[in-house]
């Protein structure tokens, strides 16, 4: 059974900067991309950035880039999402989710990816 625990996730001011964490288990973890979702209340979950299985390739949505920096670390079996310049919209609850095969380059699609942790709350304001 594979489990994905995110956390970091907390109350910021614009501007800010926070790193979530994600700690998977239960998977070959270093052989498998991972992605980082978000959902904003009344809103569908979009793509936010994704990591190929040796961190080789990146990816990041339009809306992220230049302000976020995905990275992973394979022997703690853990993904991070440094976040910074903040602004409001970036609120959301965050997920990450690790790809349905492995040694894929990171999807940028949510089906692309089969167990997703329960999420951390980001929330910036103004």
């Known amino acids: 059974q594979v489990q994905l625990v995110e956390s970091g996730g907390g109350l910021v001011q614009a501007g800010d900067s926070l790193r979530l964490s994600c700690a998977a288990s239960?998977?070959?973890?270093?052989?498998?991309?991972m992605g980082w979702f978000r959902q904003a209340p009344g809103k569908e979950r979009e793509f936010v950035s994704g990591i190929s299985w040796n961190a080789f390739i990146t990816t990041y949505a339009d809306s992220v880039k230049g302000r976020f920096t995905i990275s992973r670390d394979n022997a703690k079996k853990t993904v991070y999402l440094s976040m910074h310049s903040l602004k409001p919209g970036d609120t959301a609850v965050y997920c990450c989710?690790?790809?349905?095969?492995?040694?894929?380059?990171?999807?940028?699609?949510?089906?692309?990816?089969?167990?997703w942790g329960q999420g951390t709350q980001v929330t910036v304001s103004s």
């Open positions: 989710a690790i790809s349905r095969t492995n040694y894929t380059p990171p999807g940028r699609r949510g089906p692309e990816y089969d167990y």
């Open positions: 239960g998977r070959s973890f270093g052989t498998y991309a």
